[in-house]
């Protein structure tokens, strides 16, 4: 019987392994979590193999990394996509995952299946900054909380998993130029680095388990018609800036906007118009997206009230009364409008 010797990676490959099929047990049958599921049970498959590979337990197995590599992009992609839609049905999602399956047939020519991935993670990584994008467009159409739900940790972490790719991807083409022990290293750091962040991946994805609710039906019913009515010539522009005053002196008067969670649809029953029709009269009207709308009221309440000298409260009650829901909210918002903090606001003006 051939003895088996474990080096530092491999261990690193039994933990990586156990904390992905810990994860999966961890979120299986939630359909919040399909995609972060898939994810792990990749990541899971990807060690199994590595193991395999590398203490050379089957030697007549081709090599089979290289061709699941495929689906990283892809996987990455549905995985955004989970968080920002909820439920999705992944057997319409497969056909991403063609590609690798098609790279099982042609496992001899590995070193070549190694660059085809990297183009293809490319592409997702595009993708989903695409659909990020758009997110957090979508989300500043329908809530004044948008910070509350966006995704910039998402973001970071997909610029950091493109790094380490891109790094990983020349590693592997110079693996002929240095030293096996070079070579070795720069493998456990980078496995290292996505363990990390496969952890980071899954707490953060539990945590965020309730993002906006809802959000494919305002993106349909409230973006695209906006869209539409924006085009329509029988719309006039003195329409949309007509609707838009009727609002703001309603929201003058009612301080709706003075609720931490005020949405385009709590404006819209409030006014007894379509949650379209209030969008549009914003975009058009006002030039500006609901989000920035209510805040830009917001502000010029803290502005008031910062002016006021005869006022005892703190700035952050004063922020929190007009309507935001955290300090770093706040203290950004503040900053965009006006160009300096809350503190420099005050003394410039006292």
């Known amino acids: 019987m051939t003895e088996i010797s474990l080096k530092p990676l491999d261990i690193l490959h039994i933990i990586y392994l156990a904390i992905a ?139 950091v998993i493109g790094v380490i790719k891109i790094v990983d991807a020349v590693r592997l083409n110079v693996q002929l130029e240095v030293s096996y022990e070079v070579f070795y290293y720069q493998y456990f750091v980078i496995e290292i680095l996505s363990l990390f962040i496969t952890v980071y991946l899954a707490l953060k994805a539990l945590r965020h388990s309730h993002l906006f609710s809802g959000f494919r039906e305002f993106e349909e019913t409230v973006i695209q018609q906006n869209n539409k009515l924006s085009n329509e010539s029988s719309i006039e522009l003195e329409q949309a800036r007509s609707i838009f005053s009727s609002l703001d002196k309603h929201l003058q008067k009612t301080h709706g906007y003075r609720q931490a969670k005020y949405s385009l649809r709590q404006l819209s029953e409030e006014l007894g118009l379509t949650e379209q029709m209030v969008s549009w009269s914003i975009n058009q009207g006002g030039e500006l997206s609901f989000s920035d709308y209510i805040n830009s009221l917001r502000i010029e309440e803290v502005k008031l009230s910062l002016l006021d000298k005869s006022q005892k409260k703190s700035i952050l009650d004063i922020a929190f009364e007009a309507g935001f829901n955290s300090k770093s909210t706040f203290n950004a918002v503040f900053k965009q409008s006006l160009g300096v903090t809350p503190s420099q606001f005050i003394k410039i003006n006292t």
């Open 21 to 159: 099929v810990f994860g999966v047990l961890l979120v299986f049958g939630q359909s919040r979590f399909k995609a972060l599921l898939l994810l792990l049970s990749w990541h899971a498959l990807e060690e199994i193999f590595n193991l395999i590979e590398e203490l050379k337990i089957f030697s007549q197995l081709p090599l089979i990394t290289p061709a699941i590599q495929l689906a990283v992009g892809p996987l990455y992609y549905l995985f955004a996509k989970n968080l920002i839609y909820g439920d999705i049905q992944l057997k319409k999602h497969m056909f991403h995952f063609l590609p690798a399956f098609i790279a099982l047939g042609f496992t001899a020519w590995w070193p070549q299946l190694m660059q085809v991935a990297f183009v293809i993670f490319l592409i997702y990584f595009f993708l989903t900054f695409r659909l990020l994008q758009h997110y957090h467009r979508v989300l500043a159409e329908i809530t004044s909380d948008d910070a509350s739900y966006a995704l910039k940790w998402l973001t970071r972490t997909f610029i």
